[in-house]
């Protein structure tokens, strides 16, 4: 089977309000920081657009700012999405450092819908784990601060469990989530 191309719009804006503030994407785990991490996961995308403030970091093709800076994930989409040229586009958190290119090409070989989304153990859907169908982001109405769920989760999702230890779903919002990344990494 042959796969669609796809670019990866990768989410790095935010507040990290729960990490104090730090600039989360450039915290290290392991050998990388968590936004290189997540880039060294999408190395076979077409274009990987970064939102949110640029970091010195490789392998990005567009930085873009979400407006208003800060503004959320529904903003930051509606930010990058401009920029993708793909039919196809993974939408990614930028703090996920278990996130693997075999998890993409998972995601990328189940695409049957608008999207297809990692559903975490306690069966949460979650939609920045994702790839998604371009023209379908494109049909939302992206409105700054508004629901990731309400807006995205709209769409027509297939939820897929995903293996891997530590799991490809986990993420760095607090000081405890980073420590165990750090431990696990």
């Known amino acids: 089977m042959r796969l669609l191309p796809y670019d990866a719009l990768v989410l790095a804006g935010g507040s990290a309000s729960r990490l104090g503030g730090v600039d989360k994407p450039a915290q290290r785990v392991g050998t990388g920081t968590l936004l ?7 190395g076979d995308a077409d274009r990987r657009i970064v939102v949110g ?8 093709d567009v930085w873009t700012q979400e407006q208003p800076p800060g503004g959320g994930p529904v903003a930051a989409i509606a930010a990058g999405l401009p920029h993708v040229t793909a039919p196809v586009v993974a939408l990614l ?5 278990f ?5 993409m090409t998972v995601l990328r070989e189940s695409l049957d819908r608008d999207g297809v989304v990692v559903v975490d153990d306690g069966g949460r859907r979650q939609l920045l784990v ?4 371009t023209a379908a982001l494109r049909r939302l109405q992206l409105t ?3 629901s990731l769920h309400g ?3 709209r769409l027509a999702v297939r939820p897929l469990r995903v293996a891997g230890t530590p799991p490809p779903w986990f993420d760095c919002d607090t000081d405890p989530d980073l420590q165990r990344a750090r431990e696990l990494a």
């Open 36 to 42: 290189e991490r997540v880039l060294a996961a999408v």
């Open 53 to 60: 403030p640029r970091r010195r970091v490789s392998g990005v």
């Open 93 to 97: 958190a930028a703090d996920l450092p």
């Open 99 to 103: 996130l693997t290119a075999a998890t």
């Open 130 to 133: 994702g790839m998604w169908l």
């Open 144 to 146: 700054p601060g508004a």
């Open 151 to 153: 807006t995205v989760g």
